[in-house]
Protein backbone atom coordinates (compact mmCIF):
# COMPACT_ATOMS: atom_id res chain seq x y z
CA UNK A 1 0.00 0.00 0.00
CA UNK A 2 1.28 2.86 -0.85
CA UNK A 3 -0.47 5.89 1.10
CA UNK A 4 1.41 8.75 2.48
CA UNK A 5 -0.65 11.19 4.21
CA UNK A 6 1.38 13.75 5.12
CA UNK A 7 0.80 17.20 6.11
CA UNK A 8 -2.21 19.00 6.62
CA UNK A 9 -3.48 22.31 7.29
CA UNK A 10 -7.53 22.66 6.85
CA UNK A 11 -10.01 25.46 7.03
CA UNK A 12 -14.10 24.59 6.57
CA UNK A 13 -16.43 27.12 5.13
CA UNK A 14 -19.75 25.20 4.89
CA UNK A 15 -23.25 25.41 5.12
CA UNK A 16 -24.26 23.77 8.33
CA UNK A 17 -27.23 21.78 9.39
CA UNK A 18 -28.97 19.93 12.76
CA UNK A 19 -26.12 17.30 13.31
CA UNK A 20 -27.11 13.55 12.82
CA UNK A 21 -23.12 12.54 12.67
CA UNK A 22 -19.45 13.59 13.35
CA UNK A 23 -16.80 14.04 11.33
CA UNK A 24 -13.60 12.19 9.54
CA UNK A 25 -10.56 13.60 7.30
CA UNK A 26 -7.93 12.38 5.29
CA UNK A 27 -9.38 14.96 6.70
CA UNK A 28 -12.89 14.37 6.73
CA UNK A 29 -16.58 15.90 7.39
CA UNK A 30 -19.56 14.15 8.71
CA UNK A 31 -23.66 13.89 7.98
CA UNK A 32 -26.13 16.11 9.29
CA UNK A 33 -29.53 17.04 8.60
CA UNK A 34 -32.81 19.68 9.34
CA UNK A 35 -33.17 23.53 8.63
CA UNK A 36 -30.19 24.92 6.77
CA UNK A 37 -27.89 27.42 8.43
CA UNK A 38 -25.29 29.60 7.01
CA UNK A 39 -22.28 29.70 9.03
CA UNK A 40 -18.36 29.78 8.27
CA UNK A 41 -16.48 27.74 10.54
CA UNK A 42 -12.22 27.39 10.74
CA UNK A 43 -11.40 24.39 12.50
CA UNK A 44 -8.08 24.42 14.10
CA UNK A 45 -5.72 21.10 13.93
CA UNK A 46 -3.77 21.98 17.33
CA UNK A 47 -5.57 19.99 19.57
CA UNK A 48 -5.31 15.99 20.06
CA UNK A 49 -8.40 15.64 21.93
CA UNK A 50 -10.38 16.73 18.89
CA UNK A 51 -8.82 14.22 16.79
CA UNK A 52 -9.01 10.60 15.83
CA UNK A 53 -6.71 9.22 13.97
CA UNK A 54 -7.14 6.12 12.24
CA UNK A 55 -4.16 3.98 11.01
CA UNK A 56 -2.49 7.00 11.07
CA UNK A 57 0.24 8.56 12.95
CA UNK A 58 -0.15 12.86 13.87
CA UNK A 59 1.43 15.18 15.13
CA UNK A 60 1.95 18.86 15.20
CA UNK A 61 4.78 19.63 12.91
CA UNK A 62 6.07 23.05 11.12
CA UNK A 63 6.10 22.64 7.23
CA UNK A 64 7.59 25.38 5.10
CA UNK A 65 6.75 28.38 7.67
CA UNK A 66 3.02 26.97 8.81
CA UNK A 67 1.33 25.72 11.67
CA UNK A 68 0.50 22.01 10.24
CA UNK A 69 -0.83 18.66 11.21
CA UNK A 70 1.47 15.84 10.02
CA UNK A 71 -0.90 12.23 9.28
CA UNK A 72 0.98 9.65 8.15
CA UNK A 73 0.31 6.26 7.06
CA UNK A 74 0.26 3.58 10.08
CA UNK A 75 -2.07 1.22 8.71
CA UNK A 76 -0.63 -2.58 9.38
CA UNK A 77 0.29 -4.08 5.53
CA UNK A 78 -3.31 -6.02 5.67
CA UNK A 79 -5.48 -2.78 5.48
CA UNK A 80 -7.01 -2.24 2.47
CA UNK A 81 -6.59 1.63 1.22
CA UNK A 82 -9.17 3.97 2.09
CA UNK A 83 -9.07 3.47 6.14
CA UNK A 84 -6.29 6.23 6.60
CA UNK A 85 -7.90 8.77 8.07
CA UNK A 86 -7.89 11.56 10.86
CA UNK A 87 -11.82 11.72 12.04
CA UNK A 88 -12.21 15.72 13.14
CA UNK A 89 -14.72 16.03 16.33
CA UNK A 90 -17.75 17.98 16.88
CA UNK A 91 -18.34 19.37 13.80
CA UNK A 92 -21.17 18.97 11.59
CA UNK A 93 -20.86 18.63 7.78
CA UNK A 94 -23.99 18.12 4.80
CA UNK A 95 -23.95 20.35 1.67
CA UNK A 96 -21.85 23.49 1.34
CA UNK A 97 -18.08 24.61 0.90
CA UNK A 98 -14.86 23.42 2.18
CA UNK A 99 -11.66 24.87 1.74
CA UNK A 100 -8.24 23.54 2.68
CA UNK A 101 -5.20 23.91 2.23
CA UNK A 102 -2.98 20.90 2.56
CA UNK A 103 0.25 19.09 0.96
CA UNK A 104 1.24 15.48 0.40
CA UNK A 105 4.45 13.37 -0.72
CA UNK A 106 5.81 10.46 -0.48
CA UNK A 107 7.15 9.57 2.50
CA UNK A 108 11.41 9.30 2.64
CA UNK A 109 10.87 4.93 2.19
CA UNK A 110 8.03 4.92 -0.02
CA UNK A 111 8.60 3.19 -3.79
CA UNK A 112 8.88 4.85 -7.07
CA UNK A 113 5.13 4.33 -7.66
CA UNK A 114 3.94 6.35 -4.25
CA UNK A 115 1.86 9.58 -5.26
CA UNK A 116 1.73 11.05 -1.99
CA UNK A 117 -2.41 11.07 -1.55
CA UNK A 118 -4.25 13.30 0.58
CA UNK A 119 -7.18 14.68 0.70
CA UNK A 120 -10.99 15.63 2.59
CA UNK A 121 -13.68 12.87 3.39
CA UNK A 122 -17.07 14.41 3.85
CA UNK A 123 -20.33 12.84 4.66
CA UNK A 124 -19.03 10.56 6.89
CA UNK A 125 -21.07 7.75 8.30
CA UNK A 126 -20.97 7.69 12.27
CA UNK A 127 -18.87 4.31 12.00
CA UNK A 128 -16.73 6.27 9.49
CA UNK A 129 -17.40 2.60 7.21
CA UNK A 130 -19.02 5.34 4.32
CA UNK A 131 -18.06 8.51 3.02
CA UNK A 132 -17.13 10.96 0.35
CA UNK A 133 -14.32 11.86 -0.40
CA UNK A 134 -11.31 14.46 -2.68
CA UNK A 135 -8.04 13.97 -2.68
CA UNK A 136 -4.54 14.42 -4.67
CA UNK A 137 -2.26 12.52 -6.16
CA UNK A 138 0.83 14.98 -5.77
CA UNK A 139 2.95 13.14 -7.55
CA UNK A 140 1.17 13.16 -10.83
CA UNK A 141 0.21 16.95 -11.42
CA UNK A 142 3.97 17.31 -13.53
CA UNK A 143 4.93 13.79 -14.78
CA UNK A 144 6.11 13.18 -17.98
CA UNK A 145 3.02 10.77 -19.11
CA UNK A 146 0.11 12.59 -19.92
CA UNK A 147 -2.22 9.83 -18.56
CA UNK A 148 -0.83 9.93 -15.19
CA UNK A 149 -1.26 13.74 -15.33
CA UNK A 150 -4.73 13.15 -16.25
CA UNK A 151 -5.20 11.35 -12.85
CA UNK A 152 -3.94 14.40 -10.64
CA UNK A 153 -7.67 14.88 -8.61
CA UNK A 154 -9.98 12.07 -7.87
CA UNK A 155 -13.37 12.19 -6.60
CA UNK A 156 -14.59 8.99 -4.65
CA UNK A 157 -17.32 7.72 -2.28
CA UNK A 158 -16.18 4.87 -0.31
CA UNK A 159 -16.56 1.95 -0.29
CA UNK A 160 -19.28 1.20 -2.59
CA UNK A 161 -16.95 3.80 -5.83
CA UNK A 162 -13.22 3.46 -5.26
CA UNK A 163 -11.11 5.14 -7.70
CA UNK A 164 -10.52 1.86 -10.06
CA UNK A 165 -14.59 1.37 -10.37
CA UNK A 166 -14.87 4.81 -11.13
CA UNK A 167 -11.94 5.05 -13.49
CA UNK A 168 -13.42 2.02 -15.39
CA UNK A 169 -16.96 2.51 -15.36
CA UNK A 170 -16.91 6.20 -15.59
CA UNK A 171 -13.89 7.44 -17.83
CA UNK A 172 -12.42 10.75 -17.05
CA UNK A 173 -15.05 11.86 -15.14
CA UNK A 174 -14.46 11.54 -11.73
CA UNK A 175 -10.67 12.35 -12.00
CA UNK A 176 -8.97 15.26 -13.91
CA UNK A 177 -5.61 17.05 -14.23
CA UNK A 178 -4.29 19.76 -12.18
CA UNK A 179 -0.84 21.46 -12.01
CA UNK A 180 0.41 20.33 -8.36
CA UNK A 181 3.89 19.96 -7.03
CA UNK A 182 4.48 17.18 -4.26
CA UNK A 183 5.22 19.11 -1.16
CA UNK A 184 3.65 22.18 -1.43
CA UNK A 185 0.65 23.80 -0.23
CA UNK A 186 -2.36 23.57 -2.42
CA UNK A 187 -5.26 25.65 -2.14
CA UNK A 188 -8.62 23.28 -2.54
CA UNK A 189 -12.22 24.50 -2.67
CA UNK A 190 -15.19 21.62 -2.78
CA UNK A 191 -18.24 22.18 -3.56
CA UNK A 192 -20.15 19.85 -2.33
Known sequence: MQNHWQDLRFRARRLMKQ????????????LSTGFTQVKTTAIPLDNPNELQ???VKTEQAPYKGRKALR???AAPANVADGIQLVILN??????GVIEIELTGEPGAAAGAGARG????????SPDAAKYECFYLRPTNGRADDQVRRNHSTQYISYPDFPWHR???????KYESYVDLAPGEWTKVKIDA
Open 19 to 30: PIFSLIAVLALA
Open 53 to 55: PRN
Open 71 to 73: ATD
Open 90 to 95: KTEFQD
Open 117 to 124: FVGVAFRV
Open 166 to 172: LRKEFPE
